[in-house]
């Protein structure tokens, strides 16, 4: 019923306060699963697939949930073990005021970056 999921939707909101973030140590993936998706996706194409490393935790972004710098590095090891564009360099610009989502420079950026290896690699 609605009373139900209205319920169940302030009790995640409570648990998603930036307070309790940081003890939750919450990952929805665990990297085993992750790694094999990787390996399930890759496998669904006949041609070369290329993953995009998951953006690198802004210092800010990492005060607001601590841990989270450490999760994406587990996250990028195993995307590093593909064909991969690094996002080492992204540019903090490319940031929205979240530090986690891509603006407009940002997307601009790896649309470069994928153009940029389309244009050095026979795929």
């Known amino acids: ?3 139900v999921c209205s319920s169940d939707l302030q009790i995640i909101k409570r648990l998603n306060t930036p307070k309790l973030r940081k003890f939750r140590n919450l990952s929805y993936t665990p990297t085993k ?20 490393e998951i953006l690198p935790a802004h210092p800010d972004y990492e005060k ?15 995307i590093r073990k593909k064909s991969h564009l690094t ?8 940031l929205m005021s979240d530090f986690h989502h891509l ?3 940002g997307h601009q950026y ?7 290896i389309a244009a050095h690699e026979s795929l």
């Open 87 to 94: 996002m080492e360099k992204f540019p903090s610009e490319g």
């Open 110 to 116: 790896i649309v470069d970056s994928i153009l940029n």
């Open 1 to 3: 019923s609605s009373d």
């Open 33 to 52: 699963r992750f790694e094999k998706m990787l390996d399930n996706f890759e496998s669904c194409f006949e041609v070369p697939v290329i993953f995009i």
């Open 64 to 78: 607001n949930l601590p841990g989270i710098t450490q999760r994406i590095e587990a996250y990028n090891l195993l």
């Open 103 to 105: 603006n407009a420079h």
